[in-house]
Structures are given as C-alpha cells and as structure tokens.
C-alpha cells in the first residue's frame, strides 16, 4: 500500500470502527459545530482525520466531546442558519470550512471561537486583520499561499505546451474569488496565457459555462479552488472530457473522477491541525492569539489514463514530481 492509500484508508477505517482511547476524567463535555461545504460522502477522510486528530489529543466523542455537523451540500447561503443555530446551541467552538463559512460564522458571532480548518485569503475578505496576530475570535489555517495559483497554471502549461488559451471556470458566489482573479491574470501574463474567465454558480450555468468555453475556442481547463464546483466534479470533468479539454484542478476529487491533474495543500493534515487548534482553545488559549497557519506541503496528482484519453505524454518533469499517479 502506498503512502497515500494509506492516508485515505485508515481515516475511514476509523469512521467504520468505535473510537477508542483512553477517556479523559469526566468533567464538560464540550460541544464542537462543524461547518462543511458539501457532503458527508464527500468529506468523509477529512473529517475523519479531524476526529482522529482529536482522539489523539484526548478527546473521546460521546464522553468529553460532541461534534454536530452541518453540511450546505454547494449552498453557501445555508450557512447562516447553522451558525444561528451553533449561536442557539452555546456551541464552544464551530470548525468551518472554506471562506463563505467562515465568513458567516465571523459575521454570526463575535464570541464564539471559530476554528478555520481551510479558508482562502482570510485578510481580504476581512475575517482577520493579520495572519500572525487575528484579534477577535477566528483562527486555523488557510489553504492560500501567494504562488498557487500561478503554480497551476505554470502546471498546466508543462502538461499541455501549446496551450495558449485557458479557460478558468469560477464561483463568483464565492466572496475569495474576486480577489484572486487579479492574481491569475498576472500569472497568465507572464506565461503568455489568454485567459476566458467563466463565472459559474449552479449546474444551469454549468451546462452555459462550458457552451462559452468552447466558444471562445479554449483548449485547457483551470478550475481555482470552491467547494461548490467540488460538488460539481464528476459533472465538470465529463464535461471537460467531452470536449477534450486537459485540465488542472484544485482537489484530488477531480483526478479520482477522470480529470487529468490537481495540485492543491494537502487537507489531511491541514484537518488534523484544526484539531490541534481546537484542542488549545478549549483549553483556554484565545483564538485571536494564535497565528494562522499556511500550508507547507502542496501535492500534485496525475491521471495517466485521462492523459491517454486526450492523447498526451506526460513529462517525466511532472511525474516525478507527483505524490500520487493515478493508472
């Protein structure tokens, strides 16, 4: 077994089995939300590496913790109400994911602390003043660095080398967006990319979407990172493979469905720091004391089938650079 089935199965095997661990002296049984972007199925080896995570740290769910979840299924606007909820509940911490949750948890309360398990730039969009010092009650970790998006597109230019049109399918529900078109604009500049920028928020502009991406005679696909489109995966890539589009995407989700190749931080352990962020609030740290934390390991997965499909070599530059490669 390699490196990463193993990391994918023995956070299920967990799901599949009681947790175990020595439980803590009885005392509060403390009470986490957990704010998920899509769907149970979907996220099940991320929030089972956040469960094993907490274990590890002592934490015994139905004994000295409680994790409710809530899942908006693509839809960003169900998040208000679960942070009423969480608000109603007297939840001690809620763990979102993504940037719509965190802002609605930010804009839903000031007291409880929010633990971001992923979020994009948590500056711009005004739900921290600093990364090293957030103040307020949100902390945890984005999965932005400065170069992710120019890395993709330089990804996507060692993959498909002709490529000189590219189009970028994106969320404009998703309030990150916006502010990192203006970085890929820059990075397609200097790689002498044409960009078609296509705004996509339901599977009816989908369908649209991708009638504008060949229109504007594009020839490789770009998706940024929104856990929306995550959703929409098998329907993007079949779409894109119809249309012989190669094309670099954000999770690893798209590659396992037929896309050609991701490259994205690796969520796992950004979902087992969470936990470690949760651990020290619950102890008595404040989140607006604990700086936010930025990736450090990106992985790149490729599809060598997919690559087969649409009639491309893939260079060995690329495939022994890539953390897992998909037969």
Do not use: C
């Given at each position: 077994?390699?490196?990463?089935?193993?990391?994918?199965?023995?956070?299920?095997?967990?799901?599949?089995?009681?947790?175990?661990?020595?439980?803590?002296?009885?005392?509060?049984?403390?009470?986490?939300?957990?704010?998920?972007?899509?769907?149970?199925?979907?996220?099940?080896?991320?929030?089972?590496?956040?469960?094993?995570?907490?274990?590890?740290?002592?934490?015994?769910?139905?004994?000295?913790?409680?994790?409710?979840?809530?899942?908006?299924?693509?839809?960003?606007?169900?998040?208000?109400?679960?942070?009423?909820?969480?608000?109603?509940?007297?939840?001690?911490?809620?763990?979102?994911?993504?940037?719509?949750?965190?802002?609605?948890?930010?804009?839903?309360?000031?007291?409880?602390?929010?633990?971001?398990?992923?979020?994009?730039?948590?500056?711009?969009?005004?739900?921290?003043?600093?990364?090293?010092?957030?103040?307020?009650?949100?902390?945890?970790?984005?999965?932005?660095?400065?170069?992710?998006?120019?890395?993709?597109?330089?990804?996507?230019?060692?993959l498909v080398p002709s490529v000189s049109r590219v189009a970028v399918l994106w969320n404009p529900g998703n309030p990150n967006a916006k502010f990192r078109l203006p970085n890929l604009q820059a990075a397609a500049k200097s790689l002498r990319l044409k960009l078609e920028l296509v705004g996509v928020r339901d599977d009816e502009g989908?369908?649209?979407?991708?009638?504008?991406?060949?229109?504007?005679?594009?020839?490789?696909?770009?998706?940024?990172?929104?856990?929306?489109?995550?959703?929409?995966?098998?329907?993007?890539?079949?779409?894109?493979?119809?249309?012989?589009?190669?094309?670099?995407?954000?999770?690893?989700?798209?590659?396992?469905?037929?896309?050609?190749?991701?490259?994205?931080?690796?969520?796992?352990?950004?979902?087992?720091?969470?936990?470690?962020?949760?651990?020290?609030?619950?102890?008595?740290?404040?989140?607006?004391?604990?700086?936010?934390?930025?990736?450090?390991?990106?992985?790149?997965?490729?599809?060598?089938?997919?690559?087969?499909?649409?009639?491309?070599?893939?260079?060995?530059?690329?495939?022994?650079?890539?953390?897992?490669?998909?037969?």
């Amino acid at each position: 077994m390699n490196r990463r089935a193993f990391l994918r199965a023995a956070p299920l095997a967990l799901l599949a089995s009681p947790l175990a661990g020595e439980a803590q002296q009885a005392g509060k049984v403390s009470r986490i939300m957990f704010l998920g972007a899509s769907s149970a199925a979907l996220e099940s080896d991320r929030v089972a590496v956040f469960r094993q995570g907490l274990r590890d740290l002592g934490y015994i769910e139905g004994q000295n913790v409680v994790i409710e979840y809530r899942w908006a299924e693509g839809h960003y606007d169900r998040y208000p109400a679960f942070v009423a909820e969480a608000v109603g509940r007297k939840v001690d911490v809620i763990v979102t994911e993504g940037t719509p949750a965190a802002i609605a948890a930010r804009e839903g309360t000031r007291t409880i602390p929010i633990v971001t398990a992923t979020i994009g730039d948590p500056i711009a969009v005004g739900v921290v003043s600093s990364v090293a010092h957030p103040g307020g009650n949100v902390t945890g970790l984005t999965s932005m660095s400065p170069e992710i998006d120019a890395k993709r597109l330089e990804l996507l230019k060692e993959l498909v080398p002709s490529v000189s049109r590219v189009a970028v399918l994106w969320n404009p529900g998703n309030p990150n967006a916006k502010f990192r078109l203006p970085n890929l604009q820059a990075a397609a500049k200097s790689l002498r990319l044409k960009l078609e920028l296509v705004g996509v928020r339901d599977d009816e502009g989908l369908e649209k979407g991708f009638g504008a991406i060949v229109a504007a005679r594009s020839q490789a696909l770009m998706v940024p990172s929104d856990l929306a489109l995550l959703s929409r995966r098998e329907r993007i890539v079949e779409l894109a493979s119809k249309r012989r589009l190669p094309g670099l995407y954000p999770y690893r989700e798209f590659v396992k469905v037929g896309g050609l190749a991701s490259y994205a931080p690796n969520y796992p352990a950004m979902f087992r720091r969470a936990a470690g962020y949760v651990d020290k609030i619950l102890k008595g740290a404040k989140p607006g004391e604990l700086p936010i934390e930025q990736p450090t390991k990106f992985d790149l997965v490729v599809n060598l089938k997919a690559a087969k499909a649409l009639g491309l070599t893939i260079p060995p530059s690329v495939l022994g650079r890539a953390d897992e490669v998909i037969q």
